[in-house]
Nanobody, 129 residues
Framework: EIQLVESGGGLVQAGGSLRLSCAASGSTFDDYVIGWFRQVPGKEREGVACISSSDGGTYYADSVKGRFTISMDNAKRTVYLQINSLKPEDTAEYYC??????????????????????WGQGTQVTVSS
């Protein structure tokens, strides 16, 4: 079983940048899809990006394309989410999660939170205007 720990959140001014990290342990890093999600109180958890640990393929939600970049360091077993040009509406708890590579078969599965089985504890990002 894979364990995930997020870090890198914080308070930042609008227009700034943050890099979130998701460190994986407990299982081989191969053959997982690692996704980043965010959630604000009262709303559903929203998938923003995912990456395949086997081939590095990436996928983004339309709402974050151009500002968010997901990447991976296999040697460190860590997945990153670079967020640029932060907006107040990016304020949320950010979670990373892992799923099997079968979710890549259908576009609708790739950022579907219900397809992910292992979750980190989250890291808060707050963007001030």
């Amino acid at each position: 079983e894979i364990q995930l720990v997020e870090s890198g959140g914080g308070l930042v001014q609008a227009g700034g940048s943050l890099r979130l990290s998701c460190a994986a342990s407990g299982s081989t890093f191969d053959d997982y899809v690692i996704g980043w999600f965010r959630q604000v109180p009262g709303k559903e958890r929203e998938g923003v990006a995912c990456i395949s640990s086997s081939d590095g393929g990436t996928y983004y939600a339309d709402s974050v394309k151009g500002r968010f970049t997901i990447s991976m360091d296999n040697a460190k077993r860590t997945v990153y989410l670079q967020i640029n040009s932060l907006k107040p509406e990016d304020t949320a708890e950010y979670y990373c999660a892992a799923a099997g590579t079968e979710i890549l078969m259908l576009r609708l599965w790739r950022l579907n939170r219900l397809r992910y089985d292992w979750w980190g504890q989250g890291t808060q990002v707050t963007v001030s205007s």
